[in-house]
């Protein structure tokens, strides 16, 4: 098993970035893909990013394409989320995803999950 810690969240003001981290648990940080997932009140989970075991492969949904870039450091057992040109419509809680496939772009294929970090984008 791992555990997953995020941070990073908050507040900040429409046009403005983040940067948000999470902090994995255990020695087997490399077999895991790893994705980022975001869930508004009212509204189903959402994918947002995934990377592969090695950093060597990314892969985005289209509302955050061109302003979102998923990295990890396996070293640091950690991925981070770098979100620019926040919009209002990106607030949520946003929650870090660990997985055993190949390749994993659905929430059903993450075994683990952290407890999220809330973005709150003003206008």
């Known amino acids: 098993q791992v555990q997953l810690v995020e941070s990073g969240g908050g507040l900040v003001q429409a046009g403005g970035s983040l940067r948000l981290s999470c902090a994995a648990s255990?020695?087997?940080?490399?077999?895991?893909?790893m994705g980022w997932f975001r869930q508004a009140p009212g509204k189903e989970r959402e994918f947002v990013a995934t990377?592969?075991?090695?950093?060597?492969?990314?892969y985005y949904a289209d509302s955050v394409k061109g302003r979102t870039s998923i990295s990890r450091d396996n070293a640091k057992n950690t991925v981070y989320l770098q979100m620019n040109s926040l919009q209002p419509e990106d607030t949520a809680v946003y929650y870090c995803?660990?997985?055993?496939?190949?390749?994993?772009?659905?929430?059903?294929?993450?075994?683990?999950w952290g407890q999220g970090t809330q973005v709150t984008v003003s206008s």
């Open positions: 995803a660990a997985s055993r496939a190949s390749w994993a772009l659905t929430s059903n294929a993450y075994e683990y």
């Open positions: 255990g020695r087997t940080f490399s077999r895991y893909v």
């Open positions: 990377i592969t075991k090695s950093g060597g492969s990314t």
